[in-house]
């Protein structure tokens, strides 16, 4: 422990070496080989905001604008997806059966983990959360972040205060994981667990609600110059935003920009088991 792994000047993925893509780099050495497809396979997920951010960087707008103004509340960039786990079974250490305080959102591994509201920050390590961070929230109460690779103690040490959008860690498979994700806990002045499920749901309807908006704002400033911007196609986009789901196509874009690779099919037998057991 204390030890964290470096990462690039970007504020990307650790290990990922030059500008990290967003949500992540899909190459990374302990990260099961997702196709974006199954990160978005969960009942809930980043679909439309991926797609959205994917105009977005093609108008130029940078990676700290695009986290905060289209990713944030939501907890994490780029593609993940979550399905209810609240009590369902875990098992370990050792024989220990407990239930699931909280709810699992699948990630890349190193992909950035943001703070959903305003709040103080502290950092810690157990073993089954791994490396962790708590937001403490001004009731008494706080979330929990579990199995980050590691945290932004480049920008924030315990008790620094951030804000909705600030990157706090980053996504990994710390403790007992056997695949990048974020636990997400919250927890009341008392102590005790609160399902999150109804929070996550609000925080990515908040972001979804104005994504209409900001595409058409980067529309208009994009003018005529990028023809592929004043496309039918993108209109037809901006339009789509509030249907669902998402139609497949929509994400193609994001592919081209951020896959170095063709993306194989992945037998996810062992991502049912990570589901089932962590």
Known sequence: EGTTPAADDAGGAPGSGGEALEGGSPNHSRTPDLSTDQLLSGTYSTAKLV??????????WSRERIRREVYAPVIVVGPS????????????????????????????????????????????????????ARLLRPDGGFYYFAHLVRW????????????????????GDTGNATAPHVHFGWYGPDGVAIDP?????????????????????????????????????????????????????????????????PQRPLDLTPVLVFLVLF
């Open 51 to 60: 797609a959205a951010a994917a105009l977005l960087r093609a108008a130029e």
């Open 81 to 132: 997806s979550w399905t209810d786990s609240w009590h369902a079974p875990r098992y370990g250490p050792g024989s220990v059966v407990r239930e699931h305080e909280g709810q699992d959102l699948l990630c890349r591994h190193g992909t950035e983990v943001l703070s959903p509201e305003n709040g103080t920050i502290d950092f810690g390590s157990s073993l089954l959360g791994g490396r962790s």
């Open 152 to 171: 932004n103690d480049r920008e924030f040490s315990d008790g620094d205060r951030v804000h909705r959008g600030d990157v706090i860690g980053f996504c």
């Open 197 to 261: 499920m109804r929070r996550l749901i609000s925080w990515l309807r908040e972001a979804e609600e104005d994504l209409p908006a900001l595409v058409s704002e980067a529309l208009g400033a994009a003018g005529t110059a990028d023809g592929t911007f004043r496309s039918g196609t993108a209109l037809d986009f901006v339009r789509g935003l509030g249907d669902a789901p998402l139609p497949e196509a929509s994400l193609t874009v994001w592919r081209n920009a951020s896959a170095s690779t």
